[in-house]
């Protein structure tokens, strides 16, 4: 098919003769292209900060443990003679950052000796690595260096300070169990509160420096998880396989982020759902305002297209004309809603949306899945969909114009007129 | 005495309409039986007394290492008890009070007190398989469980008594089967099967010995079975008393927050 100059311009005159309806059409084509964008827009957005907490520092890309300890959690499920496991896995190729974790269940208690024994509460040590941690993403992120856990010092978890009414500068009791399970126990000062982008260190939390907690639970050398972080989260599992084949951790599971937390794989499953859903409805806009606009026009033009015929147009490019009028009008609703979507998704990406203060909700982050999300999300541009609102509206509008056209270009020239 | 016709009166009841029922095959099994309802007191009341004190060593197996505990216990009733470790050096002065369904802890290297909070009343005891719960809670096989002698037993030779927990019970046990010796006098394996129905733990007793007039068991195994139904490997809780000495008078002073704390 030529284009030819002429039927265009016949064609984007004849969407001008009922301005109202062409702009209506427009409107809903464009309010259609605008919500993909959008909704697609903060999604993705959504699902990118999450993938961001997911491959951090806080799961990192690659996890080890002994083999029972994802199910069990026991304290004598540790990995044994850790350094030589952390050089084996630094030696590795892409490998970005290494730290360790120990982990025991715990019962804590106010410090300050009281009258009547203190109710004790049921927390968590978590041993860590400071330096590790105390990145962007990790569990003592945000904290300064002199809140840091250091040697006789923790960091507690808010809800568990709140439960203790334990506040920076006092002192904790903490009983746990040694490998043995038999009670150990010591009182530390609490430095600062922490969230820890985690529900767990929130509600539990008690945490300290890993060679402090190592020696609390005696488990020098040893550790119940270790984190690795790569140059890419994508590649994860190349990663884990190198892991896998070290000599230091030959009895130990290494699992990637995604086995480590299999709800974001699902989720990412998800989205492309959600982005499929919207694109549906766009087809149906666009679909539904041709088709009405396109259908009035045809009929309403009977005796103009019978005139045209009958003064030797050819059906064909009768069928052009309107598969353009068509076109034109699906073309310049998606236009429209991609400059108003592009433009607010990129404004609020910089700006960010707070979800919460959109529901009336005070707080600053909300819990999923254990992991802590902040309310606030910075939309991201994701160009295909544009592409794909333009695709989807192209080819709506060229077939909804059919039927109109094909019985356009059938019409009797005579009948026509007479009409 | 009222209830006790009551009781009877349901009992001879229940005998009258299930006679019928029970296979004579059953009845042959169970010939020579000793006398249900004195076994399962004998069981329940085995350790029970009005108070005691005695020495009792506590081993804990796991499949990396073995532990051993020595240990004072004080009793006084069903409702009190008072358990200091006394060895090994590292864990001296540690110890456990109960009080009707409270415990607390005592540890003497931050010299506090801490109650356990009910969360954590599954959690292990000392790092032995016995669990918090294991010594608060107050059970009666007479009176928690339905019981039935379903024969005679092969290893251990003796007698088996099967035991359904009443409805409306709340405890870890749906089902115990006791196998008791062949005078019904002294237990020896009681199987605990959990809510599901699964078996959970498998308690052995032996070493039967006589303290100050009366013969027990001193020697009491424990075994955790995994939920595959197989015994954990090398794991296992022993208990063995030194020594106990029954029904002589222990002041109440001592199952006190103070006594707890007091020279350890």
Do not use: C
Request: proline share 5%; aromatic share 6%.
């Amino acid at each position: 098919m030529t284009i030819s100059f002429s039927t265009l311009k016949i064609a984007w005159r004849n969407l001008g003769r009922n301005r109202r309806r062409t702009l209506l059409s427009v409107g809903a084509i464009a309010l259609g292209q605008f919500t993909l964008i959008t909704v697609n827009g903060l999604d993705a957005g959504y699902f990118e900060s999450m993938l961001r907490i997911v491959t951090g520092p806080l799961i990192g890309h690659v996890q080890v443990h002994h083999p029972k300890w994802r199910e069990e959690q026991a304290v004598d499920q540790y990995l044994d003679n850790l350094s030589e496991a952390e050089k084996e896995i630094r030696a590795l190729p892409n490998v970005k950052s290494v730290s360790a974790r120990v982990f025991s269940a715990a019962l804590a208690a106010p410090g300050e000796r009281g009258r009547q024994p203190a109710e004790a509460e049921m927390g968590m040590v978590v041993g860590v690595d400071v330096s590790a941690e105390n990145r962007q993403g990790g569990i003592l992120a945000s904290l300064p260096p002199a809140d840091l856990p250091g040697p006789g010092s923790v960091v507690l978890g808010k809800v568990l300070a709140q439960r203790l009414k334990l506040t920076p500068g006092k002192t904790i009791a903490v009983i746990s169990q040694d490998t043995d399970g038999l009670p150990v126990s010591n009182i530390f000062r609490v430095n600062a509160l922490i969230q820890g982008g985690n529900e767990l260190i929130s509600r539990l939390g008690i945490v300290m420096a890993l060679k402090d907690a190592q020696g609390f639970l005696a488990l020098p050398n040893q550790a119940h998880e270790i984190i690795i972080l790569g140059d890419d989260y994508r590649k994860a599992g190349e990663l884990a396989e190198r892991v896998k084949s070290l000599p230091a951790l030959k009895n130990a599971e290494v699992i990637t982020w995604k086995e480590a937390f299999p709800v974001i794989v699902r989720l990412i499953g998800m989205k492309n759902w959600i982005d499929l859903i919207f694109l549906v409805i766009l087809f149906i806009a666009a679909a539904a305002g041709i088709a009405n606009t396109m259908m009035m026009s045809t009929f309403e033009r009977t005796r103009e297209f019978g005139m045209l015929l009958a003064l030797g147009t050819r059906p064909g490019r009768l069928i052009r004309m309107i598969a353009w009028e068509s076109v034109i009008l699906g073309l310049v609703g998606v236009a429209l809603g991609s400059i108003l979507g592009t433009i607010v998704v990129l404004i609020t990406s910089h700006t960010g949306i707070d979800y919460g203060a959109l529901g009336g909700i005070r707080g600053q982050e909300l819990s999923f899945q254990g992991l802590t999300i902040s309310y606030v999300v910075y939309p991201k541009f994701e160009f295909h969909q544009v592409l794909f609102g333009f695709g989807a509206v192209t080819i709506t509008a060229v077939l909804t114009s059919l039927w109109p056209a094909l019985l356009a270009a059938r019409l009797e020239p005579a009948e026509a007129v007479r009409s | 005495m009222k209830s006790l016709k009551k009781i009877m009166k349901v009992v001879i009841l229940g005998i009258v309409l299930l006679a019928p029922l029970l296979p004579a095959a059953v009845s042959a099994e169970t010939e020579g039986a000793p006398d249900l309802k004195v076994v399962l007191k004998r069981l329940d009341d085995l350790f029970r007394s009005a108070s005691s004190v005695g020495s009792m060593e506590l081993t804990i197996v796991k499949p990396r290492r073995k532990h051993i505990l020595k240990l004072k216990i004080w009793t006084q009733g069903e409702d009190k008890a008072l358990i200091v470790i006394e060895a090994p050096e590292r864990d001296k002065g540690t110890s456990t009070l109960k009080v009707g369904k409270n415990l607390w802890n005592y540890l003497p290297k931050i010299n506090r007190t801490i109650r356990i909070p009910p969360s954590m009343m599954q959690s292990s005891w000392m790092g032995s398989d016995f669990t918090n719960d294991d010594l608060v809670k107050e059970s009666s096989l007479l009176k928690d469980f339905d019981s039935r002698m379903a024969g005679r037993s092969e290893d251990p030779p003796g007698w088996k008594i099967e035991l359904t927990a009443k409805p409306g019970l709340v405890g870890l046990w749906e089902r115990i089967e006791y196998l008791v010796d062949s005078e019904g006098g002294l237990p020896r394996e009681a199987r605990f099967y959990d809510r599901r129905n699964r078996l959970a733990r498998i308690m052995t007793f032996d070493e039967i010995k006589t303290f100050s007039g009366r013969t027990i068991p001193a020697h009491l195994t424990l075994i955790p079975i995994d939920t595959d139904g197989k015994p954990e490997p090398d794991t296992r809780t022993e208990m063995r008393y030194l020594e106990v000495k029954f029904n002589l008078p222990v002041p109440d002073s001592t199952f006190s927050l103070s006594e707890l704390e007091r020279n350890r």
